[in-house]
């Protein structure tokens, strides 16, 4: 998927962190504001700032989220 390897790399994001399915979901919202004049290119619209509301970067549950095990003899 070319247009989502490019959003990611303009998010400086790995491309299994974009939600293809929120991704494709925000077509609708770049068709409506390319019809009425506020955006030009899609490449540029999802990266957008006023855009981030449309959810395209998956959420990191912290439950999720692996900590490293300290296994030192000596902690400190």
Same mark, same amino acid.
């Given at each position: 998927? /070319?247009?989502?390897?490019?959003?990611? /790399?303009?998010?400086?994001?790995?491309?299994?962190?974009?939600?293809?399915?929120? $991704? $494709?979901?925000?077509?609708?919202? $770049?068709?409506?504001?390319?019809?009425?004049?506020?955006?030009?290119?899609?490449?540029?619209?999802?990266?957008?700032?006023?855009?981030?509301?449309?959810?395209?970067?998956?959420?990191?549950?912290?439950?999720?989220?692996?900590?490293?095990?300290?296994?030192?003899?000596?902690?400190?």
């Amino acid at each position: 998927m /070319d247009v989502a390897d490019a959003v990611a /790399d303009e998010l400086e994001l790995s491309t299994e962190q974009i939600s293809l399915e929120m $991704f $494709f979901r925000g077509f609708y919202h $770049f068709n409506q504001a390319y019809s009425c004049g506020k955006a030009s290119e899609h490449i540029a619209y999802f990266p957008a700032r006023e855009n981030q509301d449309l959810r395209i970067v998956k959420y990191e549950h912290k439950s999720r989220i692996r900590q490293q095990l300290y296994l030192s003899a000596y902690p400190t």
